[in-house]
């Protein structure tokens, strides 16, 4: 079992920047993959960026490449969202999981990961 805790969400002005984080507790943080997705009011979790277990491979959803960037510290069993240069579209809640080992490049689905936090508001202003 892992839980996850997601943290950083807030308030800010489209060109800004936050850092979400997702804290983990239980065993193995680092057998797992890890992902962010978010979920905009009426629409469906669309996938934003996953990492590989150990070599910090990644993989970024389109709209979000060249802005966002996903990182982990297996020794403090974290992972992180840096997210720079927002846009009111990116307003959403935004999600972590685990899921995995399977190949980085399939992990663009919410229904391979196996736990999830609870989720952060992120709201861009125009």
């Known amino acids: 079992q892992v839980q996850l805790v997601e943290s950083g969400g807030g308030l800010v002005q489209a060109g800004g920047s936050l850092r979400l984080s997702c804290g983990a507790s239980?065993?193995?943080?680092?057998?797992?993959?890890m992902g962010w997705f978010r979920q905009a009011p009426g629409k469906e979790r669309d996938f934003v960026a996953a990492i590989s277990r150990s070599f910090g491979n990644t993989n970024y959803a389109d709209s979000v490449k060249g802005r966002f960037t996903i990182s982990r510290d297996n020794a403090k069993n974290t992972v992180y969202l840096q997210m720079n240069s927002l846009k009111p579209e990116d307003t959403a809640v935004y999600y972590c999981?685990?899921?995995?080992?399977?190949?980085?490049?399939?992990?663009?689905?919410?229904?391979?990961?196996?736990?999830w936090g609870q989720g952060t508001q992120v709201t861009v202003s125009s």
């Open positions: 239980g065993r193995s943080f680092s057998s797992y993959v």
């Open positions: 999981a685990a899921g995995g080992p399977r190949p980085l490049a399939t992990m663009n689905q919410f229904n391979l990961y196996d736990y």
